[in-house]
């Protein structure tokens, strides 16, 4: 269940770990984006192969919240800002592309 914002801002005060479902349920939404693409190419992947990708993604997932999050120096990482910047960029890096802007 997603948490209230008052629940959010209890969890970073006390420096616990929280993400936003975009983060969270990236692993599942990338996965089901490798098998459309497998059954789309009427190829297939090892279970080997598709681990691999996924851990790829979700890195990449990971580097952005930390890129963007404003990291504490203790190591702290907010992911929920850094994951909401990294979408907005990426949506309006997007619309720009696209003329819109």
């Not at 969890?11 to 770990?17: G, H, P």
């Not at 098998?35 to 997932?61: P, V, Y």
Request: proline share 3%.
């Amino acid at each position: 269940m997603p948490c209230t914002e008052k629940a959010i801002d209890v969890l970073n005060e006390a420096s616990v770990a929280n993400a936003p479902g975009k983060a969270s349920n990236a692993g599942g939404v990338a996965l089901s984006g490798l098998e459309m693409s497998q059954n789309a190419s009427f190829s297939s992947l090892t279970f080997d192969e598709l681990d691999e990708r996924l851990k790829h993604i979700m890195k990449k997932i990971h580097k952005q919240c930390v890129e963007h999050s404003d990291s504490e120096p203790d190591g702290w990482v907010n992911y929920r800002k850094g994951a909401n910047i990294a979408a907005f960029n990426r949506v309006a890096a997007s619309m720009l592309s696209q003329g819109i802007g």
